[in-house]
């Protein structure tokens, strides 16, 4: 069976952080892009950020950060754990959302905006004091 697992959503204070996690199985992530998405009550889904899957020969990956989280959080990928993680420092209140990550066969556009063909289940994030 085809799919995306994520871990590592809670409740955290301000300021803190997290490390969100998404595995893969049943097929290999190593080249296909993947994004990490966001949504909280009453609001858009938005694109948080993506990074390119592997050409076969470099691994220096193209990554798209949304204005509201640069400086702040991370994306970066483990292909020989087949997983892909979001490093979140210095959280904010207006962080708060379910934290989706998605596989995208296609290579990283402006503002995450692919075709996916896997998504994950979601990940709840909490930010408060």
């Known amino acids: 069976q085809v799919q995306l697992v994520e871990s590592g959503g809670g409740l955290v204070q301000p300021g803190g952080s997290l490390r969100l996690s998404c595995a893969a199985s049943?097929?290999?992530?190593?080249?296909?892009?993947i994004s990490w998405f966001r949504q909280a009550p009453g609001k858009e889904r938005e694109g948080v950020s993506c990074i390119d899957g592997s050409d076969g020969s470099s691994t220096d990956y193209s990554t798209y950060y949304a204005d509201s989280v640069k400086g702040r959080f991370t994306i970066s990928r483990d292909n020989a754990k087949n997983t892909v993680y979001l490093q979140m420092n210095s959280l904010k209140p207006e962080d708060t959302a379910v934290y989706y990550c998605?596989?995208?066969?296609?290579?990283?556009?402006?503002?995450?905006?692919?075709?996916?063909?896997?998504w994950g289940q979601g990940t709840q994030v909490t930010v408060s004091s």
């Open positions: 998605a596989a995208s066969s296609w290579s990283v556009q402006a503002m995450c905006v692919m075709p996916y063909e896997y």
């Open positions: 049943g097929f290999t992530l190593d080249y296909y892009s």
